[in-house]
């Protein structure tokens, strides 16, 4: 019997991050008591059906910077109160105040790292912080390394990698090809996601005569970077193939009624929306960043193309869109192999081998 367990995700906003770590608390609290540490006026805490219908223990905090001394306090309360064992912290920023909270607690602490790391941690300052880690987690092999190469990792810790899981629906229905060509992205409006080039990849299509729409799902994080994309297509030729969606519930409607994921997004770790475009069959053209190679070496029918270069994103954009057919029916095996690979039993039984 595993010992009780805390997911801390203290992040404020909706990312992928915040979602893996709601979906991982969901995923553990069927097999040990599972408590959810998350920061007040969170979208995690926000958003009441992340944890409806799942034994769940969630508890607020509230804190101003990430060395903070209420910070500590509470987290250490609530650690101590319940009894819990075992901890799964998704972030870094906080790590000065966790290492404090958990000081002489004997907790097992583990860290689940999903996005690209630059700066190096390594100092002595942070060599103390990350002293108390048990487990490094990486949600990709790229992940993994890039743990290794930029933070402190104590003689006593080990680094390893889980794919994520997903919900996958098991039947689906291969949307025939109906001579309009339809292409998503999924993703937070945020610079880096890369709405604005697969916007400008997309000219290829138009200057071929190529029928086609692309809907954008999330919502708005950035208005800025949404102002300059508005500006951008109110001189475009193609604006009224272009739809923003927004934040929806309905994002395997969309998948389901898609042909290409294209995510021409920087600094991803093995990212849910690829696995759930994968699920559904689709032909995902990403740039071949970070994990991305990995899906290839896993089997997948995807097209990579150099980050940044919107020339050769076209291009490949034509060529998948001149081939349709075909390639979507080479994509058609994208399914069952994530049903296998990204299983959600699979992911629970890796993290419960790490718990106390």
Known sequence: MKQKTAIICLSRVNGGMELASVKLARLLSTEVETHFIARDNSYIINKEEHFTNYKIDVHEVNFSSNLSLSLIKNVREIIIKNHIKNIIFLGASEMKSLYFATL???????????????????????????????????????????????????????????????????????????????????????????????????????????????????????????????KFLEKSKYKSNIEFVGYTKEVKKYLQESDIFLFPSLGEGMSNAIIESLGFGLIPIIYNDTSSPEFKDLGFHIHLTTKNNIEELKEIILNVSKNIKEEKEQAKSNHEKALEVFALKREQKEYLKLLI
Request: hydrophobic share 35%; net charge positive; glycine share 6%.
């Open 104 to 230: 002489g607690l004997n907790i097992n602490f583990i860290i689940r790292q999903g996005s690209k790391k630059t700066t190096s941690k390594k100092d002595i300052f942070h060599k103390l912080f990350y002293s108390n880690v048990n487990y490094f987690v990486g949600n990709c092999e790229y992940m993994k390394r890039n743990i290794i190469d930029i933070l402190p990792i104590p003689k006593k810790a080990k680094v390893t990698r889980i794919y994520s899981s997903l919900n996958l629906e098991k039947k689906i229905s291969f949307k025939n090809y109906n001579n309009v060509l339809n292409l998503i992205h999924i993703g937070r409006i945020h610079p880096g996601k890369g709405q604005l080039e697969a916007i400008k990849s997309c000219e290829v299509l138009h200057e071929n005569n190529i029928n086609f729409k692309i809907k954008f799902l999330g919502d708005i994080q950035d208005k800025n970077y949404y102002d300059m994309i508005t």
